[in-house]
DNA sequence: TACCAGATTTTGACAAATCAAAATATCAGA
DNA sequence: TCTGATATTTTGATTTGTCAAAATCTGGTA
């Protein structure tokens, strides 16, 4: 019996829920519910099947986490996800802010063989189009520990190595002012008070966003001196 | 209301029954039923609904047929699914032997846009890799009247424009003696008792196959002078 | 320690899609 | 016209996923 769309996307939705919350905490059920769009009590239905089925465990009133079996079909759904953004951007021509919900239906359709296809045809790529990492086939991510625009250095020049938003709206946002993967960016100034920050971009840009904004922007100290 | 996955595949199977059985026929729940493998009575509930709906017209003991409204619904279904199997074959590289099961996922996720991506990186094309026309944006299909190998002229060499079987064995029985679109082929002989055609094929070689084969094989003479 | 606000669970209902099996209709042949 | 074989519909259940709203729990605060 292979999961259908409702499990993928429960599964799914623990399994990002638990890696912003730290590894040994339990998800609570309402901000379960509220990531999947439904009240809270089909989601505390929903765990209890899903803990039926050694997907999870579930302890009342304290939240959920997954299994290792959990874990691992999660990552695969996450896996499939995430190559299927960088295929309809890589191949397909779609711009990196529309690709997510796309994805979303398409992660329960592709076949094992196609999703090969689709990371062999695009060289095993280790991250998606804003910069989340691909889970591997056997279910391992590694995430790396990167700064945000509200923690790393002043003054110093900081590659964007991802963007943790799927709203097209705020991808849009972050394309306007070229903080999307890749691009450098330094920190001018940050404003506590005002809940700012000033950053100075490509092309001697200037431009105040607010901390928001800034702690979703994941940047990585420029390499001294880069390999020639 | 978009329709279900279910919706989608009752109402092409429908479609599909009433191009093979005539635009005036109606579809007998039975066959109905058993192209998409439940039981009648669940195809009849189904129907209901879908009458319900205004997407088809049901006389209880007749049979069912698509209204307007229904044929369109199920004509861009279709087009979902060749485009992608196309696209499979085309961009993806996977078998055309293989493509109908993958399609037959994909064609419910695929958004409009990408769909229409797809059909432009395609160059617009008119058929699937198994000859299937691909019917418009609009809903419209125009479908060829084509000869088949039991009925084709004897001695005459025709080009294969369709295979009309989705099996994957028959596909493979058929690629491996060059009954592909495109590929070029002669009726040697037909033999009504031993319900044998035998076939003159590309490099001169010979096969013999069964009628019922032979009837999946749309053909179309060669054109006398080709374009230079 | 008692109470309250907020989160969570429970209960009862519902829609979609399905099956098994009983009831019924249809149609061809005697 | 009657009869049976076959197709179809009905009936009653089941599974999955959902909501609304009532009941209950929990963690702090007074
Ligand atoms: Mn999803
Ligand atoms: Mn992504
Ligand atoms: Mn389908
Ligand atoms: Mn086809």
Redesign the pocket.
Known sequence: MLP?H??ENYLKAVFQAQTVLGPDELV????LAAAL??????A???VK?LAQSGLVRYE??A?VRLTSAGEKLAALVLRRHRLIELFLVKVMGMSWTDVHDEAEHLEHAVSDRLIDRIDEMLGRPAVDPHGDPIPAPEGTVTVPAYDTLLTCPLHSPMVVKRVSDQETDFLRFAERHDLTPGQTVQVEERDTAADSVRLRGTGEREVTIGARAASKVLVEAVPRRPQS
């Open positions: 259908s409702t499990v609570p059920m309402g901000q769009g439904v009240v809270p009590g089909t505390t239905a929903m099947a009342a009133y939240g």
